[in-house]
């Protein structure tokens, strides 16, 4: 159990997806304008990142891996991930259509969002087993939810500062998530202990 | 100068997510309204190269976002008007489809490798937590949806020019 603990701390805080690998970064720029937008889409990438691990992981094991394809890896990925999405927008939509109105948006800019095919390369490098896949993507992609709901707070507080023209809007954020990222490095300390 | 108001601690009314709809058509006393195409996808200045458009996006699934209202406001055809959500409205939403299903998928995957420990086995689990943990969103939805939660409100009749302004 330890391990897994320890696993999910380094994927979601030390080794975060966007501060410490820079993945994710339009979506990181482009919806964190708003918290709740930013809660929307980090929940509905959090499912896709995790779903399309576990889907990763199989396709890997089970079928690049054994006929020697690993030169197909990023090809089939991205046709999983494409796949991932549309299955969680049936779902959503079977599940409530209400809920489909408020949340459907958010999901065909997953489909692009390089994150989720790099969490699902990383993964693989790790050479990990199916549980540990999972967890692996499900606490990078909460890593990735918890930056964007903490940076489009932030967003919201910069709205209403006074900001020197020349850095007012987009300048100023990546500023600010300079100033995150450095924070965030304080977490690689913990990665020696 | 006057120090700033601190309104984004204030929980007590939260604020609502305002979008525009307009109205395809009138059936009695229900109005269907269709939502213009919203924020994140049209008006990104990309939009027109964008690969994701296609995959199902609001662009083509705008009819299916179609949603009914209750016609108070003796509303007519092709007239605009200003719905609104809840915005906490938005996190619960996506708490109920996203985080029950994931839950339960992570408790019957760490229950099962702890048990089995073989990869098919959790495998198995997983998709059984998850198909459980949908029937529950399912239930939960549901029960949000008659409390009213989840449907836009009216709030106003749209000015003529007056798009969404969502920086």
């Known amino acids: 159990m330890g391990e897994y603990v320890l696993l999910m701390v380094s994927a979601a805080l030390v080794n975060n997806v966007i501060l410490a690998r820079f993945l994710g970064l339009c979506s990181f720029m482009g919806v964190t304008t708003r918290v709740d937008t930013a809660v929307g889409m980090g929940m509905a990438t959090t499912f896709v990142i995790t779903v399309s691990s576990m889907a990763d992981w199989a396709v890997e094991t089970y079928l690049l891996q054994p006929y020697g394809l690993g030169y197909l890896r990023t090809v089939t990925f991205i046709l999983v991930i494409a796949a991932a999405v549309q299955f ?3 779902t959503v939509r079977k599940v409530s259509p209400p809920l489909f109105q408020m949340l459907g948006i958010y999901l065909p800019l997953i489909t692009t969002n390089c994150a989720v095919l790099g969490v699902a390369l990383l993964l693989v490098e790790g050479k990990m087993n199916f549980i540990e896949a999972t967890l692996f993507g499900f606490a990078s992609s909460l890593g990735y939810s918890l930056v964007m709901v903490i940076f489009s707070g932030l967003r919201e507080r910069l709205a209403l500062a006074e900001v020197p023209r020349l850095f007012a809007g987009p300048p100023i954020g990546f500023i600010v998530a300079s100033l995150l990222a450095l924070a965030f490095m304080g977490f690689s300390g913990m990665q020696t202990n | 100068m006057m120090p700033s108001e601190d309104h984004s601690t204030d929980f007590s009314a939260p604020p609502m997510v305002e979008g525009i709809a307009r109205v395809v058509a009138v059936e009695g006393s229900v109005v269907w309204l269709e939502p213009e195409q919203t924020s994140t996808c049209g008006a990104c200045s990309s939009s027109s190269m964008c690969g994701a458009k296609g995959i199902g996006t609001a662009a083509n699934s705008l009819e299916r976002r179609r949603f009914p209202m209750d016609n108070q406001e003796k509303l007519t055809l092709g007239e605009r ?5 809840r915005e906490n409205a938005l996190v619960k939403a996506s708490l109920t489809a996203y985080a029950i299903p994931l839950i ?10 702890g048990m089995v420990g073989n990869d098919a086995i959790t495998m198995l689990a997983m998709v ?8 529950v969103a399912r239930i939960s939805a549901k029960r949000l949806s008659t409390r009213g939660d989840l449907a836009p ?5 749209a000015h003529a020019g007056e798009t969404c302004h969502i920086e």
């Open chain 2, 104 to 113: 339960t998928l992570l408790v019957a995957g760490i229950v099962a490798q």
């Open chain 1, 88 to 90: 969680t927008e049936m």
């Open chain 2, 153 to 157: 409100q009216f709030l106003r009749r």
């Open chain 2, 81 to 85: 008007v200003v719905v609104g959500v």
């Open chain 2, 128 to 135: 059984a937590g998850l198909v459980i943990g949908l029937i």
